[in-house]
């Protein structure tokens, strides 16, 4: 078995799998928030009629290129996992070599933090009357 023969292969080739896993959880992120001012852009224009003809053109397309993006990034994504569950069946102690772990679990405490902060925000706003300057004041203040 690689793992017990050459563990030191197995582990930079764990790290690369993960690398690749981290960027496409952060192209996803990036890639849905930009969907979403996307969204809020074509949304007020609904109500305001502010961007002309081609302006909404190009946003709308913008908008399916994001999504199309997207949409083979999590197919990617999931083929990744399988691949990380063929390897833990096969290695259990594969993903537990103590400097894969220590960075793992800062990557994933960046990807909550990243996906709770507009949580955060509403719910921390929502109690204290805040604008998003009061809460961009607050958050780096805590040491965001």
């Given at each position: 078995m690689l793992t017990k023969q050459e563990p030191e292969e197995m582990t930079k080739f764990t790290n690369y799998l993960l690398n690749d896993f981290n960027y496409i959880h952060g192209e996803i992120i990036n890639t849905l928030k930009?969907?979403?001012?996307l969204e809020e852009a074509l949304g007020a224009d609904e109500m305001t009629h502010t961007l002309t003809p081609e302006e909404r053109k190009q946003k709308e397309d913008d908008y399916m290129k994001k999504e199309s993006i997207v949409k083979s990034y999590i197919s990617l994504l999931d083929l990744q996992l399988g691949t990380i569950?063929?390897?833990t069946a096969i290695s259990p102690g594969i993903f537990t070599v103590p400097d894969l772990v220590e960075?793992?679990?800062e990557t994933l405490n960046y990807y909550l933090n990243t996906l709770a902060e507009p949580l955060i925000q509403a719910s921390f706003c929502s109690a204290t009357f805040c604008s998003a300057e009061t809460w961009s004041r607050t958050a780096s203040t805590s040491g965001k």
């Amino acid at each position: 078995m690689l793992t017990k023969q050459e563990p030191e292969e197995m582990t930079k080739f764990t790290n690369y799998l993960l690398n690749d896993f981290n960027y496409i959880h952060g192209e996803i992120i990036n890639t849905l928030k930009d969907i979403k001012v996307l969204e809020e852009a074509l949304g007020a224009d609904e109500m305001t009629h502010t961007l002309t003809p081609e302006e909404r053109k190009q946003k709308e397309d913008d908008y399916m290129k994001k999504e199309s993006i997207v949409k083979s990034y999590i197919s990617l994504l999931d083929l990744q996992l399988g691949t990380i569950a063929d390897l833990t069946a096969i290695s259990p102690g594969i993903f537990t070599v103590p400097d894969l772990v220590e960075r793992y679990a800062e990557t994933l405490n960046y990807y909550l933090n990243t996906l709770a902060e507009p949580l955060i925000q509403a719910s921390f706003c929502s109690a204290t009357f805040c604008s998003a300057e009061t809460w961009s004041r607050t958050a780096s203040t805590s040491g965001k």
